[in-house]
């Protein structure tokens, strides 16, 4: 039962290294989120995907990238990483549309530190 | 704009306790209502929902009810315990463009001692 699955589960950056953060599911939902969660504070939402080559921006988007060339996989790219950027991401997905439908199924987040 | 406003903790109580953890929001449609619980180390899973006025979610004894009149949905459970510490959020969901927008609330974190 793997679900979504987020690689790495850790990582420390200097400031202005590249990484991508790996995120994978294997439901087969075409909908995929990055929220990233800073301390004491609620999930803003980086960038979603409605499906395979579609990806828009959420409320955060500066300084990430993403692409979405298969239904399972939506890596997050930061660029020239900044100590704003320290946080604890959270990949998701959901099967359905719309806003009465409901579950998003979350991995388990990877905590990246940029010093 | 659509908002959600949710109790500030840290909130402790002892074991068997009644928890009540508060949650508004501002909406300009009907949103889908939801709480999540993220328990240590690991991501958020779904605890409850529901998805119009006066409709009850429930799940492990936990209990929300869709006020629209009082744009509410609190989370409630009549006797906690332990395996219950956790972080909970409110979390109104909102369509854009066919996918699912959730608003979280700051969680509240949650402590039960025996």
């Known amino acids: 039962n793997a679900g979504v699955t987020q690689t790495p589960k850790f990582r420390i950056l200097k400031i202005g290294q590249s990484m991508t953060l790996q995120c994978t599911q294997d439901m087969n939902h075409n909908y995929m989120y990055w929220y990233r969660q800073d301390p004491g504070m609620g999930l803003k939402l980086i960038y979603y995907s409605v499906g395979a080559g579609i990806t828009d921006k959420g409320e955060v988007p500066n300084g990430y990238n993403v692409s979405r060339s298969t239904t399972e996989d939506f890596p997050l790219r930061l660029e020239l990483a900044a100590p704003s950027q320290t946080s604890v991401y959270f990949c998701a997905s959901s099967l359905l549309a719309g806003g009465h439908t409901g579950e998003l199924f979350f991995g388990e987040g990877s905590r990246l530190t940029v010093l | ?114």
């Not at chain 2, 799940?59 to 006020?67: L, V």
């Not at chain 2, 744009?71 to 979390?91: I, M, N």
């Not at chain 2, 927008?101 to 025996?114: D, S």
Request: charged share 15%; proline share 4%.
């Open chain 2, 1 to 114: 704009g659509n908002s959600v406003t949710q109790m500030e903790g840290p909130v402790t109580l002892s074991e068997e306790a009644f928890l009540t953890i508060n949650c508004t929001y501002t909406a300009t449609g009907y949103p889908s209502l939801f709480w999540y619980v993220q328990y240590p180390g690991e991501g958020l899973q779904l605890l409850l929902k529901a998805t119009k006025a006066d409709d009850k979610g429930s799940n492990k004894g936990f209990e929300a009810t869709y006020r629209k009149e009082t744009t509410s949905f609190h989370l409630e459970k009549g006797s906690v315990q332990v395996s219950d510490s956790a972080v909970y959020f409110c979390a109104p969901t909102f369509g854009i463009q066919g996918a699912q927008k959730l608003v979280f609330g700051q969680g509240t974190r949650l402590t039960i001692n025996p």
